[in-house]
């Protein structure tokens, strides 16, 4: 059985690189603490030197105060003019211009209100088979046509005429027929009736 010594640390190689590792450390702290100790001897400021300050001989009296004549102050009232109101002498009046005509302004005439005429609801027109002429219904004649018809301020037609034919002369005849003597509401002007034109178309058909 071999047995094995434990080898020093600081044997062998190993010990002796150890060895010089710490010496140089040990000079190298012991050079820094001898150069920081010079430096700080060159450092250091030489020491104050107090030298005390000897009172005057003589003391300085300060210069005398002249004396100040304390003058008295009297306040006075003010003064105020008198004033006195001015005459009629002293005023003089400017002459004012005259008023600027004054522009009334004109209101425009109203437009007058016109209604045409109506029919009348108690007077409506009738225009049946009575005028229907005998000659067109055996003839089978048909069409229609528009009659102008002028109504007085009474209301009455006081005159009519054909405004579009119905292609018959015997069915224009009978519209005219038709209309006179007939009743309508008169055209009005503000209120107030006046004469007046309508147009009344007129159909003749015998189909119905």
């Given amino acids: 059985m071999n047995m094995y010594a434990e080898s020093s640390l600081f044997s062998g190689r190993k010990g002796a690189t150890l060895t010089a590792v710490i010496l140089l450390h040990l000079v190298f702290g012991y050079a820094l603490f001898t150069l920081g100790s010079k430096i700080g001897i060159k450092l250091a400021p030489p020491p104050f030197e107090l030298t005390p300050i000897e009172?005057?001989?003589?003391?300085?009296?300060?210069?005398?105060?002249?004396?100040?004549?304390?003058?008295?102050?009297?306040?006075?009232?003010?003064?105020?003019?008198?004033?006195?109101?001015?005459?009629?002498?002293?005023?003089?009046?400017?002459?004012?211009?005259?008023?600027?005509?004054?522009?009334?302004?004109?209101?425009p005439p109203q437009p007058h209100v016109r209604a045409p005429v109506r029919m009348d609801p108690r007077h409506p027109l009738r225009i049946g088979k009575d005028y229907y002429p005998d000659a067109s219904v055996r003839a089978n004649e048909m069409g229609r046509c528009v009659v102008q018809a002028t109504v007085a301020a009474d209301g009455r037609i006081i005159a009519a005429s054909i405004q579009t034919r119905s292609g018959f002369d015997r069915l224009d005849q009978a519209c005219l027929n038709a209309v006179k003597g007939q009743r309508m509401l008169p055209a009005t002007e503000d209120g107030r009736p006046i004469e007046g034109t309508v147009s009344i178309p007129i159909t003749w058909n015998l189909s119905e």
Avoid: C, G, M, Y
């Avoid at 003058?71 to 003019?81: G, W």
């Avoid at 006195?84 to 600027?100: C, E, G, I, R």
């Fill in 55 to 107: 009172p005057p001989k003589h003391a300085v009296e300060p210069p005398p105060v002249p004396p100040v004549n304390q003058s008295r102050i009297v306040q006075t009232p003010p003064e105020f003019p008198t004033f006195s109101p001015p005459s009629d002498s002293d005023v003089t009046l400017d002459k004012l211009p005259p008023d600027a005509p004054s522009i009334i302004p004109q209101t």
